[in-house]
Structure formats: C-alpha cells, structure tokens
C-alpha cells in the first residue's frame, strides 16, 4: 500500500517493546533520518463508527509511542479486505487532544483511539511524509512537536 519508490522498511525483531517495523522516508533519493515508527493491528471487521474507526489499545503500546522521538504511528488493516488500511499518529493525536492524557491516567489497560477514515494508507502519501519528518520530545509528561 506504500510508494515503496520513497520508503523502506524494517520488520523489528527480537522482544517486541511497542514498534512491529520502522518505514523510512526516502527523500530526493537520499536518507535523512525521517522515520515512522509503527505498531501494526489487524481485524477483520472495521467499522466506522460516529468518532471514526476505534480500536482499543494497550495503555503501555500509548505510553510507548508518546515516549518516541519518531513519529509513532498505529497502522489498522482491514483483513475482510486485505488492501485497506488506516493510520492515526499517536503524538499528534494527543497533542490535538490533551484530554486524552487524562484518560490514559485513568485506565489501566486500553484506552479505545479512533481513526480518521481521511488517514487512508495510499500511494498519495504525502501527509505520512510529512509525518516521519516530524520530531518529538517529552516536556513533563506531555509530548511536543519539535520540529
């Protein structure tokens, strides 16, 4: 589902900690470090639903993508269809929303995301490009943009 022209990517092995593979950007032809960091799930039905396509996820995978540096990303792929497939970037999703670090508080388990049916996985890349060039620190126990 990716221009493979412009990315690359690595399954992770080992102990899994929160990443399945890393994609890294190919820009004009040459590496320059920008990365997604992914965490990828199947189901078999997706559903949108009135927030969008929602999917429960582990409190510790969150704490794991809030904590990178890269951009975290969780990949949802419909297996009914096997060629569909959504993203939601985990630190720009919190940072839209700090109330979700509330939430993430309060439970201890998953905390349910949704997904926006416009973050479609597609030849048309261009918003996940701009994604993996994104960098991100903690200050406190928030996330911010760096660059």
Known sequence: MFDLSHWEYHE??????????????????????????AQIKGRSK????????????????????????????????DLSTGEDAYYLPVQDYFIADLSLYDRLEKNTSTLTVYFSEDNKVSYDDF?????????????????????
């Open 12 to 37: 992770q092995t080992g102990t899994d900690h929160g990443t399945d593979m890393v994609f890294e950007y190919i820009e004009d032809e040459e590496f320059r470090g920008h990365k997604l960091e």
């Open 46 to 77: 997706v559903e949108v639903g009135r927030y969008g396509i929602p999917l429960a996820v582990d409190v510790k995978t969150l704490n794991y993508g809030l904590s990178c540096k890269n951009a975290f990303v969780l990949f949802l792929v």
């Open 127 to 147: 918003d996940l490009c701009q994604i993996a060039k994104s960098g991100y620190v903690m200050v406190g126990d928030r996330v911010k943009k760096v660059k």
